[in-house]
């Protein structure tokens, strides 16, 4: 696989190697326990994540509510240890952190990956309360996991990575309540970042935009046409195709890393998706179509 060398938290103890080992293309064994990184991730689709943290050399703590998933990444992957927990409750978030630097003494890194899309909901579908537990899981769970891991990460000079959504900073149809959740992880993002730089912690958000993991498979799946749904999602990009969870995960190491002068950075990883003119009114919209003058 791809190996990401390591610099800033992680070049403390590995800076003389980096440059031989990026022209090396891997890492050396010096790199190995010079990284603690919290996350809330998991599931097959973001295996590769850890295959890249663990690549780069940092030691991997993290929790995920799906405990059976947690334990089979763990065992796969040497370097990372699973916590099982759900990122709602403050108790789990509490042991998580407490558990990583018992473990290993410090803290450079925490990755807010956990979150969930609802299926295709029309305004007058949601509810207050659906809105209320979908704050909890994609917006609560990382400010409560950064408020515990800010004391160790004011030591290290460590940083944060918010997993966020394209669709936070440009919209999606019927998606009101989770559009609203990640543009609150994006304003949240940068609204610490200014807060943290006098500390030297850096915070940072990936706007991913479709990356083909087990929750797009999980919702084309509930739609009428999942071939159709496949497909319009492919070529929402001018890139002609889904992000991969590797290139996320490619990602997230180099903001821990390498973007040393980076904060308050919302990096899209889309494709290209967002960029240009589409076509954007829906059948049922009253369209006003000019006519050329005679
Ligand atoms: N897939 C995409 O196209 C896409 C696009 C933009 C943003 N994102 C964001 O990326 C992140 C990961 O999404 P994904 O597509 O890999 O989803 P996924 O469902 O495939 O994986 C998410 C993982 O988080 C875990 N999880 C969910 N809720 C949890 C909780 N309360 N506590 C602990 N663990 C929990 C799940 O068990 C799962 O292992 C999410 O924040 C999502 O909003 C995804």
Same mark, same amino acid.
């Given at each position: ?5 390591c ?24 790199h ?22 663990v ?45 990583? %630097?018992? =473990?290993?003494?410090?803290l450079?890194?925490? %990755?807010? $990956? ?44 460590? $940083? ?27 304003? &949240? ?6 807060d ?7 915070v $940072? ?9 087990p929750?797009? *498979? ?8 999942? =071939? ?8 929402a ?6 992000? *991969? ?23 899209? &990883?889309?494709?290209?998706a967002?960029?240009?003119?589409? =076509?954007?009114?829906?059948s049922?919209?009253?369209?006003? %179509? ?5």
């Amino acid at each position: 696989g791809r190996v990401i060398c390591c610099s800033c938290e992680w070049r403390q103890s590995c800076e003389r190697d980096n440059h031989e080992s990026r022209q090396r293309g891997r890492c050396s064994g010096g790199h190995k326990r010079a990284a603690e990184a919290v996350t809330q991730v998991c599931r097959a689709g973001n295996i590769v994540l850890f295959l890249l943290a663990v690549d780069s050399g940092a030691q991997v703590v993290f929790c995920d509510k799906d405990e059976a998933g947690g334990r089979a990444v763990e065992q796969e992957l040497l370097g990372t240890v699973f916590i099982p927990g759900d990122v709602t409750q403050e108790g789990d978030l509490q042991t998580l952190i407490s558990e990583t %630097v018992s =473990r290993f003494g410090h803290l450079d890194c925490v %990755v807010n $990956n956990a979150g969930y899309h609802p299926p295709a909901q029309l305004p007058e579908e949601t509810s207050a309360q659906g809105f209320r537990q979908l704050l909890e899981e994609n917006l609560l769970g990382a400010y409560t996991l950064i408020k515990l891991a800010l004391p160790h990460l004011r030591k290290s000079k460590g $940083n944060i990575i918010n997993i966020s959504s394209l669709v936070g900073a440009i919209g999606q149809s019927q998606a009101l309540t989770y559009v609203a959740t990640k543009g609150a992880v994006t304003a &949240m993002t940068k609204a610490l970042a200014l807060d943290e730089s006098r500390y030297g912690v850096r915070v $940072n958000c990936i706007s991913p935009g479709n990356i083909w993991t087990p929750l797009w *498979q999980e919702l084309a799946a509930a739609t009428s046409d999942p =071939r159709a749904t496949i497909l319009e999602g492919t070529l929402a990009q001018p890139l002609g195709r889904m992000g *991969q969870p590797a290139e996320v995960g490619a990602a997230a190491v180099f903001l821990a890393s390498e973007a040393t002068f980076c904060t308050g950075l919302e990096l899209f &990883m889309t494709g290209g998706a967002e960029l240009g003119y589409g =076509r954007k009114a829906s059948s049922s919209t009253l369209v006003e %179509v000019p006519i050329l003058p005679p």
